[in-house]
């Protein structure tokens, strides 16, 4: 709930009201993100939804849009510790753009950290640069040194961009 609501809002309703409310959007037949399983059990989760969704993107100065197309961003990541660093992040971002696609998306955004040294995983909750590399994301923008701001522009069948993306 931290990337979808106004921080102030967010931290009054700390703890069990943000379950409530990611439940709420569950409930309502929204699928906030994506899950990932090993074995029947999930081990990690991706958040991905219209950037319109994520009311702390559009109050950043870093992660303003890039320009005026619709796009779906992928906001953050969890995965369970036993499977870090095993290719997960990247199945994820891989499963996303097909979350997306079936729904008609063409553009999948990302706002990963490259980090100058070595990060706690905590600390890079939105992902990093070079799993978004992996899974094919290239970077549009960056207004920061460490944030830049990574996109997959979907193909139809044909490997054509889809018609919304076609510059005129």
Same mark, same amino acid.
């Given at each position: 709930?931290?990337?979808?609501?106004?921080?102030?809002?967010?931290?009054?309703?700390?703890?069990?009201?943000?379950?409530?409310?990611?439940?709420?959007?569950?409930?309502?037949?929204?699928?906030?993100?994506?899950?990932?399983? *090993? /074995? +029947?059990? &999930? @081990?990690?989760?991706?958040?991905?939804? =219209?950037?319109?969704?994520?009311?702390?993107?559009?109050? %950043?100065?870093?992660?303003?849009?890039?320009?005026?197309?619709?796009?779906?961003?992928?906001?953050?990541?969890?995965?369970?510790?036993?499977?870090?660093?095993?290719?997960?992040?990247?199945?994820?971002?891989?499963?996303?753009?097909?979350?997306?696609?079936?729904?008609?998306?063409?553009? *999948? /955004? +990302?706002? &990963? @950290?490259?980090?100058?040294?070595?990060? =706690?995983?905590?600390?890079?909750?939105?992902?990093?640069? %070079?799993?978004?590399?992996?899974?094919?994301?290239?970077?549009?923008?960056?207004?920061?040194?460490?944030?830049?701001?990574?996109?997959?522009?979907?193909?139809?069948?044909?490997?054509?961009?889809?018609?919304?993306?076609?510059?005129?």
């Amino acid at each position: 709930m931290w990337w979808r609501l106004a921080r102030s809002e967010y931290n009054k309703q700390k703890g069990e009201k943000n379950r409530r409310s990611m439940r709420a959007i569950v409930d309502a037949g929204q699928s906030p993100g994506i899950l990932a399983y *090993v /074995e +029947g059990e &999930p @081990v990690a989760w991706c958040s991905v939804a =219209p950037r319109e969704s994520f009311a702390a993107l559009e109050r %950043s100065r870093v992660l303003k849009p890039v320009d005026s197309r619709a796009v779906w961003s992928i906001v953050c990541f969890f995965v369970a510790k036993g499977y870090r660093r095993k290719g997960i992040s990247v199945e994820l971002l891989k499963a996303a753009i097909d979350f997306v696609r079936k729904r008609g998306g063409r553009i *999948v /955004e +990302g706002y &990963p @950290v490259e980090p100058m040294k070595d990060q =706690p995983d905590a600390f890079v909750w939105t992902g990093l640069a %070079s799993a978004f590399a992996k899974a094919g994301f290239v970077e549009v923008e960056r207004r920061s040194e460490t944030r830049p701001i990574m996109r997959y522009e979907i193909r139809d069948r044909k490997g054509q961009e889809g018609k919304r993306n076609k510059r005129k």
